[in-house]
């Protein structure tokens, strides 16, 4: 079993313009990020500082439990066709390329046009009813 990355949700800031030396730390859960900085100047050092944003990333991650799957990506395995329950039936020549995140009435999905240029939802099969928007 590989050891847990020490850097996850981890960052090390340098602005020199600004003097500013440390490491960033962030953990997002439940749709709200929590973060903290750690200089190097007030915690003694480069090494003293990781140190405590380690200890303080571990603590988030004790108090606020381990990261969970988006709804969006939850089956995603089954719907590429890796797991028990394979997806509908897909246009043979759809690749990577042509899926798009698109938002569609109050949630976003993977889409894909079909053959008539209706928006496809990529994991259910089902043509999407209403105004779609592609995200980005």
């Known amino acids: 079993m590989p050891l847990p990355n020490p850097m996850k949700g981890i ?51 004790r108090q606020f439990g381990p990261a969970t799957t988006p709804p ?3 089956g995603l395995k089954e719907a590429i066709g890796e797991g028990p329950e394979a997806a509908p039936a897909r246009p043979k020549d759809l690749d990577a390329g042509q899926l798009k995140w698109v938002q569609c009435r109050e949630y976003r999905c993977l889409a894909y046009r079909d053959a ?15 105004t779609v928007k592609p995200v980005d």
Request: hydrophobic fraction near 35%.
């Open 72 to 74: 969006q990506f939850k």
């Open 116 to 130: 008539t240029g209706r928006w496809v939802n990529f994991y259910t099969g089902k043509v999407l009813a209403g």
């Open 11 to 61: 960052s090390r800031i340098d602005q020199l313009e600004k003097h500013n030396h440390g490491f960033f730390v962030r953990l997002a859960r439940a749709g709200k990020t929590h973060s903290a900085f750690f200089s190097d100047k007030s915690h003694g050092g480069r090494e003293q500082a990781l140190a405590a944003a380690q200890k303080h990333y571990e603590k988030l991650r």
